[in-house]
């Protein structure tokens, strides 16, 4: 496939402010989102307040719902890498374990927006292959390899993870009483992986930092919270 | 209150007929909903399939959501009677306790119309309250008392359980691919609740019973599965 020189420069430029256009639609999208929910949020909302031509929103997305994946895809990685950052310092899997856990139940608390988005976009099941999952994956086989963690088969300890934070998550959102806190339900969850109960009581426990602020939503360049 | 006998008398005979008019619109919504999905159901479908006019719906119900969650206590209330009939012969809590989480997950292959239902209504939340929820306390108040569970905090342990199930139930609904199997995640939850991991193992991996086949869908009279 030859490629002539001035096509790749224009191209690049094209590219340039394709990206940018796609950036400020996502960008408005957040801010629209968080302020008047997914399901009140129009097409055309989202494009005045990018102020580009609604012709451009299809352009770069199917629909609104496809924006609102791409959404969640970049909170949920923001989100993740926060969190990473957040244990850096840290060595023992269970106590990274404990504190990204515990964290992102509470996410339904600090950033309710982000909250939905990640229950809502049916979580589990997608981040088994990316974001939060494959983060969660390399934290339970480097607790593996340690020997701290003996889960058996990791896939379904995954899977009962997953489920336990969003359902935890969902239903912090809906305001059920009498939730068990953040730090029981990590305790389970530590117990399962083979930590003895003593130290997964011990270790759930902990304090815990402030919230995480870095969270896409609430980083936004004019996010309402 | 002074209530005439003549008036008990007739309202109990129009409190029959309005409770005859109500349960054919609920098997009609049955009906109707698991050929065509709740979403495609409009209430004069129901009405139609129910033979009633549309003004006796909203003598009976709110709205379709407020008959579909009807539909819906009731189909988890016959599917927890059938699991209680399932397993009554049984003593080992943790046997019991493996058996309902696995027919309970294996009923997004068996029956996806009441396994959507279940999910989509926030199961695990409604659930801590009533049906399969307090079957669920119950069973673990039982193998704690005998010693057989040791999970600490029980309600922490119903919400990871929930969440569990209904991750797994949502997983194999939308086909999600290298799920694990059912008996590998009931295995997780055993571990956590204190059973040893080796005999985890082997009461989990035990063969389980064709699918209970009275779920109220599947039974309802003129059901189409």
Same mark, same amino acid.
């Given at each position: 496939m030859a490629i002539q020189l001035e096509e790749v420069v224009s191209t690049s430029r094209g590219a340039r402010r394709r990206m940018w256009t796609r950036e400020r639609l996502i960008e408005a999208a957040r801010t629209v989102v968080a302020r008047q929910g997914i399901d009140d949020t129009t097409i055309a909302d989202i494009t005045n307040a990018a102020d580009v031509g609604i012709g451009s929103f299809y352009n770069h997305f199917e629909s609104k719902e496809h924006l609102v994946e791409t959404l969640v895809a970049q909170a949920i990685e923001t989100y993740g890498a926060a969190l990473d950052r957040l244990v850096?310092? &840290?060595?023992d899997p269970a106590e990274i374990f404990s504190i990204c856990v515990r964290h992102t139940m509470r996410m339904a608390d600090h950033d309710p927006v982000w909250a939905w988005f990640t229950v809502r976009a049916g979580f589990y099941v997608r981040e088994l292959e990316s974001g939060l999952g494959v983060r969660l994956l390399r934290d339970l086989g480097r607790g593996i390899e340690s020997g701290?963690? *003996?889960?058996?088969?990791v896939r379904s300890a995954l899977v009962v993870i997953g489920g336990a934070v969003v359902a935890a998550m969902q239903g912090r959102l809906l305001g059920v009483r009498d939730l068990p806190a953040d730090h029981l339900i990590a305790e389970q969850l530590l117990r399962m992986l083979g930590v003895p109960a003593d130290e997964a009581e011990r270790i759930a426990s902990l304090p815990l930092a402030e919230p &995480?602020?870095? *969270?896409a939503h609430s980083s936004a360049p004019g996010g309402n919270r």
């Amino acid at each position: 496939m030859a490629i002539q020189l001035e096509e790749v420069v224009s191209t690049s430029r094209g590219a340039r402010r394709r990206m940018w256009t796609r950036e400020r639609l996502i960008e408005a999208a957040r801010t629209v989102v968080a302020r008047q929910g997914i399901d009140d949020t129009t097409i055309a909302d989202i494009t005045n307040a990018a102020d580009v031509g609604i012709g451009s929103f299809y352009n770069h997305f199917e629909s609104k719902e496809h924006l609102v994946e791409t959404l969640v895809a970049q909170a949920i990685e923001t989100y993740g890498a926060a969190l990473d950052r957040l244990v850096a310092h &840290l060595s023992d899997p269970a106590e990274i374990f404990s504190i990204c856990v515990r964290h992102t139940m509470r996410m339904a608390d600090h950033d309710p927006v982000w909250a939905w988005f990640t229950v809502r976009a049916g979580f589990y099941v997608r981040e088994l292959e990316s974001g939060l999952g494959v983060r969660l994956l390399r934290d339970l086989g480097r607790g593996i390899e340690s020997g701290r963690f *003996t889960p058996g088969d990791v896939r379904s300890a995954l899977v009962v993870i997953g489920g336990a934070v969003v359902a935890a998550m969902q239903g912090r959102l809906l305001g059920v009483r009498d939730l068990p806190a953040d730090h029981l339900i990590a305790e389970q969850l530590l117990r399962m992986l083979g930590v003895p109960a003593d130290e997964a009581e011990r270790i759930a426990s902990l304090p815990l930092a402030e919230p &995480l602020l870095e *969270t896409a939503h609430s980083s936004a360049p004019g996010g309402n919270r």
